[in-house]
């Protein structure tokens, strides 16, 4: 009975020693749970057996990466829109000559450019066989030898106003104020206004380039005085006057005169390489002087052939101080070597045009053509006769 006793204490006590070992593998402190979360704090173990959170260590969620290293949205890489390579558009290729596009005025706008020569016979305005006149470099012009230099600036029309129209316009009505002007060895009276010269043609009026040697008593306003070599002249639209007694004479233009604009109507012709202005079968110079674009009246010569006799059928027609002969569409003066195949007189009229004249309407008004030469078919007393006429199309 004693060894059952003794038995039951030793079961005891190992029974008791394996639950205070427990108890401290357990974290319960062994004496007490104050203790033991004594121990929890200041150990560095969690009751879940993981390492514990420590309070200098910053949170996960509030980590921040380097300030230093740029985030890839704002990455500076460089912007294919910065380079330094220069935009097509603003390529220096395209020259503009004068600040304005070779368009309006010489391409784009070509302003008036290859327009057909009319009022010029074949092999007389072919820009191969015109040249300057270098004969005249010997000239004097108010003091001045030889011709201005050359400068080039587009041609540009000038625009007198409402009333200014250029050759080959078509009006229904005339004007009540114009001035009827007969010339004699011309059928075909001319209207007068405002500068302007208009023939009847059917339906209404036309606009004709100045006859030469006609004589006006007025002339409109916005005319040039120009003094050349001591002579005056006066300047209107493509025309030039010289004053009589008590009127104003239409004369050729005066080589070496300096005017300040063209009117619509002209084109630019290339000769010898540079670019002139060509109105009215009368060549301009561009020049420039004291910043300000004028032109020049310069004379020119053409290749043309020589014949030794005329035509058995030629008609002998003066205009003006200028005696032409004219046959089959083509006209001569006579030379001392022989004679040379002219350009058209503006206003001569002749009797026949060549069976070869091809019909062609300008502004509701019909023409016959030949070689580039626009004949106006009218009526002397019953009849069939034909005027040269200037026609200047686009």
């Known amino acids: 009975m004693k060894y ?31 203790g033991g979360g004594s121990h929890m ?10 390492t514990h959170r420590s309070a200098n260590r910053p949170q996960t969620q509030h980590y921040s990466k380097p300030q230093n290293k740029p985030s890839t949205a704002n990455r ?13 558009e603003n390529k220096s290729g395209n020259t503009k000559i004068g ?3 070779k368009s309006k005025n010489v391409s784009g706008n070509k302003t008036n450019i290859d327009r057909s020569n009319t009022n010029v016979n074949v092999n007389v305005d072919n820009s191969k066989n015109i040249h300057v006149d270098n004969r005249h470099s010997n000239n ?15 041609y540009s029309p000038y625009y007198y106003g409402p009333y200014y129209h250029p050759v080959g316009f078509f009006v229904a009505t005339m004007f009540t104020a114009a001035v009827i002007i007969t010339i004699e060895s011309q059928p075909q009276p001319y209207y007068y206004y405002n500068g302007i010269y208009y023939v009847q043609a059917t339906g209404g009026y036309t606009v004709v380039s100045a006859p030469t040697d006609i004589t006006v008593n007025t002339l409109p306003e916005g005319t040039e005085k120009i003094t050349l070599n001591g ?3 006066y300047y209107f639209g493509g025309a030039f006057y010289v004053k009589t007694k008590d009127s104003y004479k239409v004369v050729e233009a005066p080589d070496g005169a300096i005017i300040t604009n063209i009117p619509d109507g002209g084109e630019e012709v290339e000769i010898d390489g540079n670019k002139y202005v060509k109105f009215n079968n009368t060549y301009f110079q561009p020049l420039t002087q004291d910043g300000n674009n004028l032109y020049q009246v310069i004379a020119v010569n053409t290749t043309v052939p020589l014949i030794q006799e005329l035509p058995k059928e030629t008609e002998n027609i003066k205009l ?10 083509v006209f001569y003066t006579k030379t001392s070597e022989g004679y040379k195949v002219s350009k058209a007189p503006n206003g001569a009229v002749v009797n026949s045009i060549p069976d070869g004249a091809k019909d062609k309407k300008v502004n509701g008004v019909k023409y016959k053509v030949f070689n580039e030469t626009y004949f106006q078919p009218l009526t002397n007393v019953g009849e069939n006769i034909y005027q040269v006429v200037t026609i200047e199309t686009k």
């Open 140 to 154: 004097y012009y108010n003091g001045r030898r030889g011709y201005h230099p050359y400068y080039y600036h587009p």
């Open 4 to 34: 059952i006793y003794l038995l039951l204490s030793i079961i005891t006590l190992s029974f008791l020693s394996i639950n205070e070992a427990t108890a401290q593998r357990m974290g319960h402190g062994g004496g007490g749970r104050t």
């Open 99 to 101: 600040g304005g596009d």
């Open 231 to 233: 002579d005056e002249y």
């Open 41 to 50: 704090s200041g150990g560095g173990h969690s009751i879940n057996g993981g």
């Open 320 to 329: 003006g101080s200028t005696e032409y002969y004219y046959s089959s569409g």
């Open 76 to 88: 500076s890489k460089p912007d294919k829109e910065m380079k330094s390579k220069p935009n097509v």
